[in-house]
Structures are given as C-alpha cells and as structure tokens.
C-alpha cells in the first residue's frame, strides 16, 4: 500500500506569489490535515478535511486555503507569500478524524525569497 | 497552552544506552501520542496511549502515562545510531487537531 504522498517535495516562490501543494491519503482514509513546521519548532495544525468538509482550522491567516476532492485527496493554497511562510508542510491522513494514528507523508519544503 | 513539552530539548547518548525523554500537558486528555522525525522529513506514529492506560511497550519503545501528574514518559531501550531523530508528544483532547510541543533532540552516537 503506498503511504501518504505529497507534492511536490521542493518549492522556491517569490513574495507576493501563490503556492499549491497536493496530498493523497492512504486508501481508505477520508481525513486529511495539514501542518507547518517551521525550523526548529514543533509542526502546527493548519486545516483538517474529513468526508471533504472542513472540520478544523488553525490559527493561520485567511491567505491560507484547504479543499478536499471526492477521491479524498486535498491541497493547500497560500497566497500573497511572505517570507515567514517559508516551512516544511506536511500532510498527514487518518481513518476517522478525531483521536486517531495519524499518518504523515515526507512534506513538501517551500522557501519563499 | 495544550501542546505538551517535551523535555529535555536535547540528548546524547551511546548505542546501547537507554533514552528517556519526559512530556508534560496542562489539561485532561482522551490520548496522548509519540511521533519520531529523522531530520526534515515526515513524522512517523510511535505509540498511541489512552488516558486510561498507564504502560504501553512496542518493541525497545516504553511509554508511561501519569495522568494525576499530567505527564508521560517515552523510555527507548537499547539506543541504535538509527534512533537519532526528534520525538514529539501529542496530548489530544476532544479536538480534531494534534498539537505539538518543540520535541526532544536525540543523537545517538555509535
């Protein structure tokens, strides 16, 4: 079975551009949550997507925007990049949506210069 | 604050010795969970404990959970060079988010 992909896995934008990255779950898993970890810290909760409805959102600035596809699979949107956005994003992908094992795919490393 | 922390910051060991790294949370759980990072990649589940469980193993890994306390330890027994990593503990409530402290460094030397 193949885990939690994400792409792409390196990304250079400039300031003021609009990034988006992708994510497949494993099969079977109709929860998807997004997190930013910027260097030296703990990952932070962005969005979570269950059955492709919004189920939770971080403390993250409207610039920041989640859809999940029927086929479960999501993206994550950024505009109007800033330099402090620069972090690795990682997506991870659960079977319910609460209290569960979640699943982590390798992250996608985006720098904003 | 509801993320837990991870304490210490930072540990060296020898292969072949045992590593033990501390997680506190300030409020009461449904569960707490033990992710491993090998630099810059994705995190990898480690151990899922309940608020009613105290002692969980699997394989060399340990963890403990002190609930009057508010605490909980990940015991690695036996450190390989391969267990370098940072560890994360994640308290989780009745919420859909997991939330994540500084984590423990490990560097385990050969």
């Known amino acids: 079975d193949a885990g939690v992909t994400q792409s792409p896995t390196h990304l250079i934008k400039t300031r003021g551009q609009q990034v988006t990255l992708r994510c497949s779950p494993i099969s079977g898993h109709k929860s998807v949550s997004w997190y930013q970890q910027v260097l030296g810290q703990g990952p932070q909760f962005i969005f979570q997507?269950?059955?492709?409805?919004?189920?939770g959102r971080g403390n993250f600035p409207d610039r920041f925007s989640a859809r999940q596809f029927p086929n479960y699979s999501s993206e994550l949107n950024v505009n109007a990049l800033l330099l402090g956005d620069s972090a690795l994003y990682l997506c991870a992908s659960e079977q319910g949506y609460m209290n569960t094992e979640a699943f982590f795919g390798q992250g996608t490393r985006l720098t904003v210069v | 604050s509801q993320q837990g922390e991870e304490d210490p910051q930072a540990l060296s060991i020898q292969e072949g010795e045992n590593a033990t790294m501390n997680c506190s949370y300030k409020t009461s759980i449904n569960n707490l969970q033990w992710y491993r990072q090998n630099s810059g990649r994705g995190l990898v589940h480690l151990i899922l404990?309940?608020?009613?469980?105290r002692e969980k193993h699997s394989g060399r890994l340990r963890v403990t959970l002190d609930t009057s306390k508010k605490s909980s330890s990940l015991l690695i027994t036996a450190s390989r060079a391969a267990d370098t990593a940072s560890y994360f503990c994640a308290p989780t409530y009745n919420t859909d988010k997991l939330i994540f402290g500084t984590g423990t460094r490990l560097q385990v030397f050969p």
């Open positions: 997507y269950y059955e492709k409805e919004e189920r």
């Open positions: 404990i309940r608020s009613n469980e």
